[in-house]
């Protein structure tokens, strides 16, 4: 599993699957038979988003434009009734001054998570980078990446948190 160095603030993590996650960014909640248990930030959140591209990804399979893919990802999130805002603009504020910089996230998911889709043959150190900056930027904790160009979309999704 590729895992990011030397990112400060940046938690390294993996690419995951729908129950497969394991990145330090947990809070404690509760005790099971072991003692405590630790849960992700987001945790049932960012399952629902993951179930609602998976299902995109076994209708559509890859090789179509990221466009489509966002397009299909409304619908999935519209027919699962989960809140999302498409294409959020994204300010950079520098000395005092807010400056429309012409960012712009693919979904913010019930205000606390960030989704990014790609549709791309190799993920790029880029696209982690463009997460982070969306994460410090929209003050959300939690971001997934997802990458539709892949057999199995487990193999295309990465998730991080600040």
């Known amino acids: 599993m590729a895992q990011s160095e030397g990112r400060g603030d940046?938690?390294?993590g993996e690419r995951v699957g729908i129950n497969q996650f394991n990145h330090g960014d947990t809070e404690r909640h509760g005790e099971d038979k072991e003692g405590?248990?630790?849960?992700?930030?987001h945790e049932e959140l960012t399952s629902e988003i993951i179930g609602a591209a998976i299902e995109v990804h076994r209708e559509l399979g890859p090789g179509l434009l990221e466009s489509a893919?966002?397009?299909?990802?409304c619908r999935e999130f519209s027919l699962r009734s989960i809140p999302f805002e498409?294409?959020?603009p994204l300010a950079v504020e520098y000395k005092g001054v807010k400056l429309e910089c012409a960012y712009e996230m693919d979904f913010?998911?019930?205000r606390?998570?960030?989704?990014?889709?790609?549709a791309?043959?190799?993920m790029l150190p880029v696209f982690e980078a463009q997460l982070h900056t969306y994460l410090k930027l929209s003050k959300c904790r939690v971001g997934l990446l997802i990458n539709f160009h892949v057999l199995v979309l487990k193999n295309g999704i990465i998730r991080r948190a600040l």
Do not use: F
Request: positive net charge; aromatic residues 6%; hydrophobic residues 45%.
């Open 10 to 12: 940046w938690d390294a």
């Open 36 to 41: 405590e248990r630790s849960v992700l930030i």
């Open 69 to 73: 893919y966002q397009v299909c990802m």
């Open 86 to 88: 498409q294409k959020v």
């Open 108 to 110: 913010r998911v019930d």
């Open 112 to 118: 606390k998570v960030v989704v990014d889709l790609k």
């Open 120 to 122: 791309v043959s190799k």
